[in-house]
């Protein structure tokens, strides 16, 4: 046992070996599990989640033997714990608590939508780079594209260098300052947040307007910042577009760096599906995996719920994962604006756009304004329509699929380096997709 603890030391680093392992014991040997006890049980669960198979590939190397690991809360004697021992482990409790398992920076999909906040919040995590170069962070979103996720990551990365760190949501920031107010306990609250490394904020938006937890968090906010402590949040919009927040405040979470979460592209989406599937082990075909990407929501929660719908039918029901079946259980997920649209539309609303016929966009001319349209054409269809490239060639009379390829890459590689061609293609894909709202 002492040569496995010490070849999980030596893969995992020293920080996140005394944070998590230093306290555990070897339990028993039964049916090839080895069965660990920890301090708790939130401490099992997150071991569990992100160590488990780390241990049984050192066990695999080691003993040459396929085994499980399981780790199981053990009871404490309290009375012997100290007071600042009793203090660690309820902090402990709580942040691993509070944060989902899952939410690592190893289990997030990057992506052109997201690449950017993704390694600001991954830097701002490294130990030259604490409080400094990256602080406060302002990660702003539509609903359900990551921004969670890559906060709660930045909790689990600094937890493992030893940091305090305090996950709220703004509503529960405002609970606890109501709390403590009213048992007379606002010192103790007070140094709470002030004392942590890490602050991470949820949905800013919701920090409401009351004029005294404004000032409190004002004064929070600079304390942090002064003693070099780091500050991510998380908001729907950008810091000038929040409602009844202070303009103090909208001037401090400006100061540091704003990052967007657009809508991921189809790529990003596929690949998200992809890494759902691997957790849960799921083998999906790639007609069945296009017509996910293709038709369920932008949003990556969406995304989420069906693949857990297809992993409940599998251990269900046993059926085999059709095509059909992905169908009927997405159903209230899929976007019914994007299964309204069809080629026509989008050739009608290039058409106006760009003031060509349509006649001449699906010509062969090789006019540099015919050439555009007609690419914006192909690479809309493939996002907003299920159609397959052979089935888009035969609508521009190509010979092949691979010219059909060849124009969505150029299409994505200038979306990439050219922002203003990003934003004409956002918003002619919004002006179909609201035309067809309206229609349906």
Do not use: W
Not at 58 to 68: G, S
Not at 159 to 184: C, P, R, S, W
Not at 370 to 377: G, L
């Amino acid at each position: 046992m002492n040569e496995l603890l010490k070849k999980v030391k030596e893969e995992i680093g020293e920080n996140n070996y005394k944070n998590y392992f230093e306290n555990i014991e070897f339990d028993k040997e039964q049916n090839d599990i080895l069965y660990f006890k920890v301090p708790n049980q939130f401490l099992a669960k997150h071991i569990q989640t992100k160590y488990s198979s780390i241990i049984e590939n050192i066990l695999k190397n080691i003993t040459e033997k396929k085994y499980k690991i399981s780790f199981f809360e053990k009871k404490q004697n309290t009375k012997r714990l100290n007071l600042k021992e009793k203090e660690l482990n309820k902090n402990l409790k709580e942040i691993i608590h509070s944060l989902n398992p899952s939410y690592t920076f190893d289990n997030f999909i990057i992506g052109e939508s997201n690449k950017f906040t993704y390694q600001a919040c991954k830097n701002s995590t490294l130990e030259k780079n604490f409080g400094k170069s990256f602080n406060p962070i302002f990660i702003y979103s539509k609903t359900g594209l990551g921004k969670t996720h890559l906060l709660q990551a930045c909790g689990h990365e600094c937890l493992e260098l030893g940091k305090k760190v305090i996950y709220k949501t703004a509503k529960d920031f405002m609970k606890d300052y109501q709390t403590a107010l009213l048992n007379n306990k606002f010192e103790s609250f007070n140094n709470d947040y002030k004392d942590c490394n890490l602050l991470l904020i949820d949905d800013i938006q919701f920090l409401g307007n009351t004029e005294k937890i404004q000032e409190e968090f004002f004064h929070i906010f600079n304390d942090i910042i002064q003693k070099n402590g780091q500050i991510i949040m998380t908001s729907d919009v950008a810091p000038k577009d929040l409602n009844g927040i202070e303009d103090r405040l909208k001037s401090r979470f400006s100061n540091g760096i704003i990052a967007n979460i657009s809508v991921p592209d189809l790529d990003t989406r596929k690949a998200i599906i992809k890494k759902k599937c691997e957790v849960h082990e799921i083998d999906l075909n790639n007609e069945i995996l296009n017509t996910i990407a293709n038709y369920i929501g932008e949003s990556i929660r969406e995304i989420e719920g069906i693949i857990t719908r297809i992993n409940a039918m599998k251990l269900l029901s046993g059926q085999m994962i059709t095509l059909e079946l992905v169908k009927n259980l997405i159903k209230e997920y899929i976007n019914e604006e994007k299964q309204n649209i069809d080629i026509d539309d989008i050739f009608q609303m290039i058409s106006k756009e760009f003031n060509i016929k349509i006649s001449e966009i699906k010509s062969n001319s090789k006019k540099q304004e015919i050439v555009k349209a007609k690419r914006i054409v192909i690479y809309l269809a493939k996002e907003l329509i299920s159609n397959s490239t052979t089935e888009l060639a035969k609508n521009f009379q190509m010979k092949d699929h691979s010219s059909i390829s060849h124009n969505i890459k150029k299409t994505q590689e200038l979306i990439k380096k050219d922002n203003e061609f990003k934003n004409l293609i956002e918003n002619i894909k919004n002006k179909i997709i609201n035309l067809k709202s309206k229609d349906f």
